[in-house]
């Protein structure tokens, strides 16, 4: 695991302006319930909100999953969500045409991973992060590790993390503690 001190760490999350997130083993638990109709998926809803609240922050927001999905689409769209990449051909393809859409680089960038499909992009973001629950691969590579499994809100602690250290958490709760 790259060891950060908790100065690196800070310097790191105050520069991110582009959050972008695997889905099934980070937004979701990983589960997928595949019926006769079709399939479902759980989304925790404090990720969701937390999405919406970096959002509201400034912070771009996109999903690069490599299991295209129906489900994934109609939640993100729920969450207008800035960018939503479902493809097969590789994720790091997939952020490289994000970050050149924004005018970004990858040091701007805080992608949160679980499983091998991930290493990639976490190797190149300015700040890697991986749910408690992440494979061994990609904890290996992540700056920092959440407290809480994905699809458990492992989202919502990443954008408080971000939010704080860019001094933005404070306006958030005051703005809805009226």
Known sequence: MPNLSA????SRLKR???????????????????????????????????????????????WVSARPSAITTRRAEELKTDFIVQTRDGKVPAVERILAETGLGWADACFVGDDVVDLGVLRRVGLAISPADARSEAKALA??????????????????????????????IERHAK
Do not use: P, Y
């Not at 959440?146 to 958490?169: D, H, S």
């Open 143 to 172: 700056h920092f590790i959440t407290k809480t499994n994905g699809g458990n809100g492992c989202v919502r602690e990443v954008v408080e993390m971000i939010l704080k250290a860019q001094g933005k958490w404070a306006t958030i």
């Open 7 to 10: 100065s690196q760490l800070r």
């Open 16 to 62: 991110i302006k582009l959050l972008l997130l695997d889905v099934d083993g980070v937004l979701t638990d990983g589960a997928i319930f595949i019926t006769g109709d079709g399939e479902f998926k759980r989304f925790h809803v404090h990720d969701g909100l937390g999405q919406r609240l970096a959002a509201h922050a400034g912070l771009k927001v996109g």
